[in-house]
């Protein structure tokens, strides 16, 4: 109420100046000492929005890792690894086009793609009916608990709904766009525009990816870009107690992400801003959780040092397999 209290007496102040001004507009002398201090104050308030007010871009950099079987390109659930449930998508596109899991020899090309689609699984897991949500997650002896609830129990009338049908045909292009998602539909801010580039093959070499949710608020853009592609070695190995060794029937594919959150420079100090920030933020946070692989690969190791200390013993010495039946769980 203050702020409003002040921008009101500074408009009626500047009002009864404009109006004293135009009263006496035939002086030289008033006009000429006016002008200057009226331009002074023009470019004073568009340094201050421009300039000194806008927000630094916020950079997010972070792995991602799939493991997969050599000979088909399976997707596998290492030990003791938190379950990705979007994983199953890749079965499914097994099923319904073998072709775009065979000609990928390597798989680097088919996990790239996936990689889009799971970011596209992860916003329809999250927002179902509003993009204003609170997500609270609890680890306990048991697991992972992950609670859901709306901001405010007011229904929202500015939103954009993204169905189904709109979800595929932004995917034109991905090799799993023709795989429905796991629910019908998802929520985005008002008037937020989403767009997928994916990426191509070009002189043998892959280009990024691209999503990108952009609004007058504040601008997502998600590039994804292979880092390392290879037989399974190192930690995983370690823990199924096959030493450090390459296994050459399990393939692993890594893939850098980078989220930058640019925010709209006229809108800086806007009273929703705080709303859209917060979104933002939020968003960068649930990708992260499900899909960086520092974050996985550490609740392996806790798991892992849990078990050895409980003389629970060693972990399975096989990763699980992936395969239909595909209902999401």
Do not use: C
Not at 7 to 23: E, G, K, Q, R, T
Not at 206 to 227: F, W
Not at 262 to 268: A, D, K, P, V, Y
Request: charge should be neutral; glycine fraction near 4%; hydrophobic fraction near 40%.
């Amino acid at each position: 109420m203050k702020v409003y209290f002040v921008l009101s007496l500074i408009i009626i102040a500047a009002v009864a100046a404009f109006y004293v001004v135009w009263m006496n507009r035939a002086s030289e002398k008033i006009i000429s000492a006016v002008i200057p201090i009226t331009v002074a104050a023009i470019v004073g308030i568009f340094m201050a929005v421009f300039v000194f007010g806008g927000e630094a871009p916020v950079t997010t950099r972070f792995p991602v890792t799939f493991f997969y079987r050599t000979s088909d390109n399976i997707p596998l659930k290492m030990p003791l690894r938190r379950l990705q449930t979007f994983l199953f998508i890749v079965p499914q596109l097994n099923q319904r086009h073998p072709e775009l899991m065979k000609d990928d020899t390597r798989g680097e090309t088919l996990y790239h793609h996936f990689l889009q689609r799971a970011i596209i699984e992860i916003l329809v897991s999250r927002y179902q009916r509003d993009w204003e949500k609170e997500i609270v997650r609890f680890k306990t002896s048991t697991g992972e608990e992950m609670r859901v609830t709306p901001r405010s129990f007011e229904p929202q009338t500015k939103s954009r709904l993204v169905s189904s049908s709109e979800i595929k045909a932004t995917l034109d292009g991905n090799r799993f766009s023709d795989i429905e998602p796991s629910l019908p539909q998802f929520i985005l801010p008002p008037n937020t525009s989403l767009s997928v580039v994916p990426p191509m093959e070009h002189e043998g070499q892959m280009s990024e990816g691209t999503i990108s949710l952009a609004n007058e608020y504040v601008q997502l853009t998600i590039q994804s870009q292979p880092s390392t592609w290879g037989e399974l070695n190192g930690g995983y190995q370690v823990i199924m107690g096959n030493g450090n060794r390459l296994d050459p029937s399990i393939m692993e594919s890594t893939f850098v992400l980078t989220v930058t959150t640019n925010f709209s420079r006229l809108r800086t100090g806007h009273p929703d801003m705080k709303r859209y920030r917060k979104w933002a933020s939020q968003v960068v946070s649930e990708i992260q959780h499900d899909l960086d692989e520092q974050i996985l690969w550490q609740e392996t190791k806790d798991e892992y040092a849990s078990r050895q200390l409980a003389h629970l013993g060693p972990a399975p010495d096989a990763p699980m397999i992936l395969n239909p039946p595909v209902n999401h769980p």
